[in-house]
């Protein structure tokens, strides 16, 4: 379990490190995009800073993730948008939809895997 849970933690950190640094230092071009997608992103582009900070948040979570330093603060705090990762394909880009699954399911694995860091805060008063 050990074995998995560092190569599920460094490949979803690579993943999120990657698209992170890709888009905040232009290392390629842009994919074109069409249609509904194109107008979504079109919206979050005109909101100026959300992302922005969605890419910082992955770039920041995904070395975290790499390095194993804060994992399961980093685990909890990237949840979000592998959330939103996964409803933006499922209803603008049904196409990539089982990338999105792997990387809802390796960070579902994860949480799964840091439980015992949550129960403090998860636990009933």
């Known amino acids: 379990m050990k074995i998995a849970t560092i190569v599920v933690r460094v490949l979803l950190g690579f993943m999120m490190a990657f698209a992170g640094a890709a888009f905040l230092f232009k290392l390629g071009p842009q994919?074109?995009?069409?249609?509904?997608?194109?107008?979504?992103?079109?919206?979050?582009?005109a909101s100026?800073?959300?992302l922005p900070l969605v890419k910082v948040i992955e770039l920041v979570c995904g070395l975290a993730l790499i390095t194993g330093f804060f994992a399961p603060l980093a685990t909890v705090i990237i949840f979000p948008v592998?959330?939103?990762?996964?409803?933006?394909?499922?209803?603008?880009?049904?196409?990539?939809?089982?990338?999105?699954?792997?990387i809802l399911a390796a960070n579902?694995?994860?949480?799964?895997?840091?439980?015992?860091?949550?129960?403090?805060i998860l636990a009933l008063r």
Request: hydrophobic residues 55%.
């Open 48 to 50: 100026v800073y959300l």
């Open 108 to 120: 579902l694995f994860l949480a799964f895997v840091y439980r015992k860091n949550y129960e403090s």
């Open 31 to 45: 994919p074109v995009l069409a249609g509904p997608m194109k107008t979504f992103f079109e919206g979050i582009n």
């Open 82 to 102: 592998t959330v939103n990762i996964v409803l933006v394909n499922v209803f603008l880009a049904p196409e990539q939809i089982p990338m999105a699954i792997a």
